[in-house]
Nanobody
Framework: QLQACGGGLVQTGESLRLSCAAS????????MGWYRQAPGKERELVAR???????NYAYSVKGRFTISRDNAKNTVYLQANSLKPEDTAVYYC?????????????WGKGTLVTVSS
């Protein structure tokens, strides 16, 4: 229901653009965003964006990553610039559906981002 793409292997300082499209079965999407999980670490929020365009970023990516969203396409993007080896992780797309006050979270399968030094 969430299809992410755009991961890959890059060198320090380079950029990647991740995208994630939600299928039509997910409606009334409130938040969309990205989490990541590095080996041996817990999953953490990278960035999220509300349906109205409000954004939140992890402190470690502020100023380097930009999240955006196309509501008509139910697609969220993450422009990751000035990548660092510590950004290496599996990135998971996330969407929160909210219907009649009930929130349901959906997760994509994850896309691997590897930043070499």
């Amino acid at each position: 229901q969430l299809q992410a793409c755009g991961g890959g292997l890059v060198q320090t300082g380079e950029s990647l653009r991740l995208s994630c499209a939600a299928s039509g079965s997910i409606v009334s999407i409130n938040y969309m965003g990205w989490y990541r999980q590095a080996p041996g670490k817990e999953r953490e929020l990278v960035a999220r964006i509300s349906s109205g365009g409000s954004t939140n970023y992890a402190y470690s990516v502020k100023g380097r990553f930009t999240i955006s969203r196309d509501n008509a396409k139910n697609t969220v993007y993450l422009q990751a610039n000035s990548l660092k080896p510590e950004d290496t992780a599996v990135y998971y797309c996330y969407a929160q559906q909210k219907v009649l006050g009930i929130a349901t979270d959906y997760w994509g399968k994850g896309t691997l981002v590897t930043v070499s030094s």
